[in-house]
């Protein structure tokens, strides 16, 4: 294998579908890259496209101390390895190379608390240590990911030059910052992943109503999804649903997006963040309802056996036949999704501001959403819109409450009522929008029924209740009371 003649600028190790992609992204970008893995048909492998793609300087290693050792100082590796144990093992083989002052940062979909015990144990190693969330899949590593590192400033300083480059370009600059310290970049990632759960979610059911309710063949879904991502609604998500409904069977007749087991898989960052929403009293009831729409996909055989039991009693798969207008309800479910799809940001953003202000990290959402307008897979105009909310208002208590997005919502609400009517009436689940539409419904109004559930919480368990008129603590004897009205 060809040696560099001088150091190379960064390594990466672990060569599965995204290190192999980004460390040619990297080379590409004009940075030579050393690149190592256990497996070492996969440095040949990786050295090989190297030279396919275009003769991109990018070195492989057959060991660790070699691999290591070939990199410039400070030295800077990038793992790309599964998170959990494989990242603590790959730690320890490589650290055992590398000098003061030299930087490991994990690519991966980790816990971010893992990478803060990482960072801190590196530390003493005089070590420094990086979490960056890297999205965009394989074609986002190759071409152009977002990317969000977080921990070491040093460290990020080191490398600022090749993510600028490596990252994907969109009108407002590279889809790259410096996220905040600890594990941040990690815990953006997760609540991105969140996002990424709910926005797939809603369009999922956006295709139900469409086709279950409003009966319309692949070929119209297509068209219209196509029709809507020209439009306030365009990005990667709906882009990648129009060509799935192009796509024939290629084992038989019919679309193969029809052959597909309605059986969602998932690997944890979608849970995690809604266990964080609960730690941190965040309501995020829309990215909350995607995940239990997986666990219930996941049913798969007892929804078989529990449609034959409601069938028996005569209770069909849809509920009402009854005539829809097609190109009214198209229009409909376009304004319930878009006005959705703004709750379930506003759940994210305010779980991020939350876990900030607990952590002190100081991020800043309207950045945050700059570097998820290209790259990763979230990515769409409309997150250029979140951007300039936050700059109109760093401190926006709600995403729901900006003059504009209270507009668009305004102007959505009676499409949505519609929508969530029709599916509600026809038997359709569609937990992401009505939960949207619950959230946006219950943060609007200044009185809730609350008042009722403090009055019994205060009965039972003498947990004292305030007033609205007198400050103060207040607790009744309710039962008493009552008592006494009886008699
Ligand atoms: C090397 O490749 C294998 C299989 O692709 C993977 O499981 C392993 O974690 C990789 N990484 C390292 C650092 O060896």
């Given at each position: 294998?060809?040696?560099?003649?001088?150091?190379?600028?960064?390594g990466?190790?672990?060569?599965?579908?995204?290190?192999?992609?980004?460390?040619?992204?990297?080379?590409?970008?004009?940075?030579?890259?050393?690149?190592?893995?256990?497996?070492?048909?996969?440095?040949?492998?990786?050295?090989?496209?190297?030279?396919?793609?275009?003769?991109?300087?990018?070195?492989?290693?057959?060991?660790?101390?070699?691999?290591?050792?070939?990199?410039q100082?400070?030295?800077?590796?990038?793992?790309?390895?599964?998170?959990?144990?494989?990242?603590?093992?790959?730690?320890?083989?490589?650290?055992?190379?590398?000098?003061?002052?030299?930087?490991?940062?994990?690519?991966?979909?980790?816990?971010?608390?893992?990478?803060?015990?990482?960072?801190?144990?590196?530390?003493?190693?005089?070590?420094?240590?990086?979490?960056?969330?890297v999205?965009?899949?394989?074609?986002?590593?190759?071409?152009?990911?977002?990317?969000?590192?977080?921990?070491?400033?040093?460290?990020?300083k080191?490398?600022?030059?090749?993510?600028?480059?490596?990252?994907?370009?969109?009108?407002?600059?590279?889809?790259?910052?410096?996220?905040g310290?600890?594990?941040?970049?990690?815990?953006?990632?997760?609540?991105?992943?969140?996002?990424?759960?709910g926005?797939?979610?809603?369009?999922?059911?956006?295709?139900?109503?469409?086709?279950?309710?409003?009966k319309?063949?692949?070929?119209?879904?297509q068209?219209?999804?196509?029709?809507?991502?020209?439009?306030?609604?365009?990005?990667f998500?709906?882009?990648?649903?129009?060509?799935?409904?192009?796509?024939?069977?290629?084992?038989?007749?019919?679309?193969?997006?029809?052959?597909?087991l309605?059986?969602?898989?998932?690997?944890?960052?979608?849970?995690?963040?809604?266990?964080?929403?609960?730690?941190?009293?965040?309501?995020a009831?829309?990215?909350?309802?995607?995940?239990?729409?997986?666990?219930?996909?996941g049913?798969k055989?007892?929804?078989?056996?529990?449609?034959?039991?409601?069938?028996?009693g005569?209770?069909?798969?849809?509920?009402?036949?009854?005539?829809?207008?097609?190109?009214?309800?198209?229009?409909?479910?376009?304004?319930?999704?878009?006005?959705?799809?703004?709750?379930?940001?506003?759940?994210g953003m305010?779980?991020?501001?939350?876990?900030?202000?607990?952590?002190?990290?100081?991020?800043?959402?309207?950045?945050?959403?700059?570097?998820?307008?290209?790259?990763?897979?979230?990515?769409?105009?409309?997150?250029?819109?979140?951007?300039?909310?936050?700059?109109?208002?760093?401190?926006?208590?709600?995403?729901?409450?900006?003059?504009?997005?209270?507009?668009?919502?305004?102007?959505?609400?009676?499409?949505?009522?519609?929508?969530?009517?029709?599916?509600?009436?026809?038997?359709?689940?569609?937990?992401g929008?009505?939960?949207?539409?619950?959230?946006?419904?219950?943060?609007?109004?200044?009185?809730?029924?609350?008042?009722?559930?403090?009055?019994?919480?205060?009965?039972?368990?003498?947990?004292?209740?305030?007033?609205?008129?007198?400050?103060?603590?207040?607790?009744?004897?309710?039962?008493?009371?009552?008592?006494?009205?009886k008699?």
């Open positions: 294998m060809a040696a560099p003649s001088k150091p190379t600028r960064i990466l190790a672990g060569l599965a579908v995204m290190g192999q992609n980004l460390a040619l992204n990297i080379a590409e970008k004009g940075f030579p890259i050393s690149v190592y893995n256990r497996t070492t048909s996969k440095v040949d492998e990786t050295v090989e496209r190297a030279k396919r793609e275009g003769d991109l300087p990018v070195f492989g290693f057959h060991d660790p101390e070699s691999f290591v050792h070939s990199v100082k400070p030295r800077v590796i990038i793992m790309l390895v599964k998170a959990g144990a494989p990242v603590d093992q790959t730690i320890k083989t490589l650290s055992a190379y590398m000098e003061k002052g030299d930087c490991i940062i994990d690519g991966g979909n980790e816990w971010y608390e893992n990478t803060e015990r990482r960072a801190k144990a590196m530390a003493e190693l005089g070590l420094l240590y990086l979490g960056m969330g999205s965009g899949g394989e074609e986002g590593a190759r071409h152009g990911p977002s990317l969000m590192p977080g921990g070491s400033v040093e460290a990020y080191y490398i600022e030059d090749i993510l600028l480059k490596v990252a994907a370009q969109v009108d407002s600059g590279p889809c790259v910052t410096y996220i310290e600890g594990g941040s970049g990690n815990f953006v990632k997760m609540v991105h992943n969140g996002i990424e759960y926005d797939m979610q809603l369009i999922a059911e956006a295709y139900d109503v469409l086709k279950s309710v409003g319309l063949s692949n070929e119209e879904l068209s219209v999804f196509s029709e809507w991502n020209k439009g306030e609604l365009l990005s998500l709906i882009e990648i649903t129009a060509d799935i409904f192009g796509i024939k069977d290629d084992k038989g007749e019919g679309y193969l997006v029809d052959k597909v309605d059986k969602t898989g998932m690997k944890g960052t979608g849970k995690w963040t809604v266990q964080q929403a609960a730690d941190l009293s965040v309501a009831p829309t990215i909350a309802s995607s995940l239990d729409a997986r666990f219930l996909s049913l055989e007892e929804r078989v056996e529990a449609a034959k039991v409601f069938k028996s005569g209770f069909g798969d849809i509920l009402t036949d009854q005539a829809v207008d097609k190109k009214k309800l198209i229009d409909d479910v376009r304004q319930a999704l878009y006005a959705s799809k703004i709750c379930s940001y506003a759940q305010n779980l991020i501001r939350a876990k900030s202000a607990e952590k002190g990290w100081g991020l800043k959402l309207g950045e945050l959403a700059r570097i998820w307008k290209g790259g990763c897979i979230i990515r769409a105009i409309f997150l250029d819109r979140i951007k300039k909310a936050y700059d109109r208002n760093a401190d926006l208590a709600n995403l729901l409450v900006d003059p504009e997005f209270a507009k668009e919502i305004i102007e959505r609400q009676s499409a949505w009522r519609r929508v969530v009517c029709l599916a509600i009436n026809s038997g359709i689940s569609t937990p929008m009505s939960s949207s539409l619950a959230y946006f419904d219950t943060y609007r109004r200044s009185r809730l029924p609350a008042n009722l559930v403090q009055a019994q919480r205060d009965y039972f368990g003498a947990h004292t209740y305030e007033r609205t008129d007198v400050e103060g603590a207040f607790h009744t004897e309710w039962f008493k009371l009552a008592k006494q009205s008699i």
